[in-house]
């Protein structure tokens, strides 16, 4: 949680520093190029690294790099001209370092909680993950503003330092890889068949990337600041962390639900529905509103989707479908920012996430209705097919 507080500062205040260096939402969604490039190309090296060697000491050595990284960036921002090419450069090396370290968290989870409580592990996580996303954005507009982004950026420094003593203080021996012997093209195409022959999970990696690239507005943040508002990007970024938070502390009754295709498919249209009302917001309130009831939305489809890859996927492979899901749902970011950075330049600021919102809707129907396994998937159908 600590680290995830550091990171949020990171996530929001270097779009900010990019948006008040270069005035340009284009320049900000550019950011997402150069972090999609080096994720996608490592991504999988990092699943395939986590199915064969200790994921403590993976997770130890990415996040000591990215402690490095932001210390960087905290040079760069203190400089009386803070230069444009480092925040692309930290920004792609963080992505990189984080496609390696990203598959071996998730490989663990396995190693540590029972098939049956994945669904409360996942609420868990979520909760972790959106508290910090909660306090970090909000207090990362105002740090940047009062104190500057190196600030931020240092902060964000010092939290890599808690994770790794948090780390080194987990036993070892219960992290080591899975059964490879030796890595090869084999193995690392081994996890892509795996996911693609199962179509129910390949419907959980292509409605979230939909929803993702179509429905995510947040390059285009510091731009309404400049509407609602510029010490209120940092609460606009927070609002969506604030609904899944709701969702994950009241998320008993997700345990309750058989079919978890459909949950996320409606998950899915929600959150295109409530970016299209964000859209049309004409107040902060009204805004603030719409954003929060997109992280509800966001916070169900995380929940369901989580439960699925951990109750089904064997742990020989979980490192390496890990690195797919990461891809899956981080593209979606990454690209989606680029294509509300141009959109917004062609149509406006409104328009453009209206549109988004509109099609990851109609996109989610199609996905749905195009995978039936996914659409009827069932927790009593892994358990069938587990026994036999």
């Known amino acids: 949680m600590v680290s995830g507080f550091g990171s949020a500062l990171t996530y929001v205040t270097l ?17 997402g190029v150069v972090e999609f490039v080096p994720m996608l190309l490592v991504a999988f090296v990092g699943g395939v690294l986590a199915d064969r060697f200790n994921r403590r000491m993976l997770v130890l050595l990415t996040g000591s790099l990215m402690a490095v990284v932001l210390v960087l960036l905290t040079w760069n921002a203190l400089q009386t001209s803070p230069q444009v090419w480092v925040l692309f450069c930290a920004a792609a090396l963080m992505a990189g370092f984080n496609a390696i370290q990203r598959p071996a968290m998730e490989a663990m989870t396995p190693q540590l909680i029972l098939p049956e409580e994945m669904a409360a592990a996942g609420a868990l996580n979520m909760m972790r993950h959106n508290a910090a996303y909660i306090a970090g954005p909000g207090l990362a507009g105002w740090i940047a503003v009062r104190f500057g982004a190196g600030a931020a950026f240092g902060l964000d420094a010092v939290s890599y330092g808690v994770a790794v003593g948090a780390m080194l203080m987990m036993r070892q021996r219960r992290f080591e890889g899975g059964e490879m012997d030796r890595m090869s093209w084999h193995t690392l195409v081994a996890g892509w068949r795996y996911a693609l022959e199962r179509r129910d999970l390949l419907g959980t990696y292509l409605i979230d990337m939909n929803a993702m690239f179509f429905g995510m507005p947040n390059a285009l943040f510091p731009a309404f600041g400049e509407r609602l508002g510029p010490e209120n990007v940092g609460w606009l970024y927070a609002a969506g962390p ?3 938070l709701i969702v994950s502390l009241i998320s008993g009754w997700t345990g309750r639900i058989r079919r978890h295709g459909i949950a996320i498919a409606w998950a899915a249209g929600l959150w295109g529905l409530a970016i299209v009302g964000f859209g049309l917001s004409p107040s902060l309130v009204s805004a603030l509103g719409f954003l929060v009831l997109a992280g509800a939305a966001d916070g169900v489809s995380g ?3 989580m439960t699925i890859w951990n109750q089904t996927i064997p742990a020989r492979l979980r490192g390496r479908t890990a690195a797919i899901e990461m891809v899956s749902y981080l593209s979606g970011p990454y690209l989606g920012n680029v294509e509300a950075g141009f959109a917004a330049r062609l149509l406006g600021l409104g328009p453009s996430v209206v549109l988004g ?25 892994f358990v069938r097919s587990s026994k036999e």
């Open 15 to 31: 779009p900010i520093q990019m948006y008040s260096l270069t005035k340009s939402s284009v320049m900000v969604g550019l950011l």
């Open 242 to 244: 604030v609904g899944a």
């Open 303 to 305: 929940i369901f989707r």
């Open 357 to 381: 919102g509109v099609l990851c809707t109609l996109g989610s129907v199609a996905i749905t209705w195009a995978l039936p396994e996914f659409r009827k998937y069932r927790v009593k159908d």
